[in-house]
């Protein structure tokens, strides 16, 4: 009777938990969460899995590199400061020295997961430019967009 109990608690629950229509949104459910629930890739690819049938699990680095064909380099430069932000679309993917990885929203913000700011938060440009010291946010970045 529990079992039963608990699968009908859980099946109201999932049909009346809100969805998200965008991947963007889906990003942004994830605002706050702590950094060892969400790392930064985890966070990219658990919103890219919520609202797409193909899913996929890369860390950083596979993402530097196209997390297997899923991502696509749109522009590249040496740092964030000389990146050409014309070319940034929301939903873009931005790939930091390999280690790292940031979330495009659109009109200059972001959402990060960063364990120094104790895990996901919404940060603009002016917030990831200014972290010149940390070696996620110093060095060559790709914006990389999904393809599938």
């Known amino acids: 009777m ?46 890219h899995n919520h609202i ?16 297997e064909g899923n991502l696509t380099k749109v522009t590249e430069a040496e740092s964030l400061e000389k990146l050409d932000w014309s070319k940034a679309k929301p939903g873009d993917v931005l790939a930091v020295n390999g280690v790292h990885v940031i979330a495009y929203l659109g009109d200059g913000q972001f959402i990060d997961s960063d364990p120094l700011q104790s895990g996901v938060q919404e940060v603009s440009i002016s917030t990831l430019l ?19």
Request: aromatic content about 12%; overall charge positive.
């Open 2 to 47: 529990k079992l039963i109990s608990f699968m009908l608690v859980s099946v109201v629950v999932a049909f009346f938990q809100p969805r998200t229509s965008s991947y963007t949104d889906a990003l942004r459910s994830y605002n706050g969460a702590g950094y060892l629930d969400v790392t930064c890739s985890a966070l990219i690819c658990k919103a």
């Open 52 to 67: 797409s049938k193909n899913e996929v699990h890369c860390m950083a680095r596979q993402m530097w590199e196209g997390c």
């Open 130 to 148: 200014g972290k010149k010291n940390d070696k996620w946010f110093t060095g060559p970045v790709r914006v990389e967009r999904w393809v599938r």
